[in-house]
């Protein structure tokens, strides 16, 4: 059974930083198409971020590029997002998501996720 587990959340200050993080278990890290979305009360759940473990392409929503980056350690299953220069916007729950991948797919293009994380709390305060 795939479960995804997330760490790492927590209250920062206007342009604090946060480092979520994601084990994979029941199943190789690498054979899933992996992402990280959020959810802010009241509003549409938004991609964050979604990648392969195994290829350097990802995608990131325009709201988030260039402050944060996702990361992967293959060898613990486990994937990262690292989140600088956060700003209030940022407030959300953020899970972790994942579909098992077919062959040649291009994960960053987009998924539908299978497998949830429980989600854990970010909340940015100016």
């Known amino acids: 059974q795939v479960q995804l587990v997330e760490s790492g959340g927590g209250s920062v200050q206007l342009g604090g930083s946060l480092t979520l993080s994601c084990v994979v278990s029941g199943d190789t890290s690498t054979n899933f198409c992996l992402g990280w979305f959020r959810q802010a009360p009241g509003k549409s759940r938004e991609t964050v971020a979604r990648f392969w473990p195994l290829s350097n392409t990802r995608y990131y929503a325009s709201s988030v590029k260039g402050r944060f980056t996702v990361s992967e350690d293959n060898a613990r299953n486990m994937i990262s997002l690292q989140m600088n220069s956060l700003k209030p916007e940022d407030t959300a729950m953020y899970y972790c998501?994942?579909?098992?991948?077919?062959?040649?797919?291009?994960?960053?293009?987009?998924?539908?996720?299978?497998?949830w994380g429980q989600g854990t709390q970010v909340t940015v305060s100016s």
């Open positions: 998501a994942a579909v098992r991948r077919d062959p040649g797919a291009l994960c960053y293009t987009g998924f539908t996720p299978r497998y």
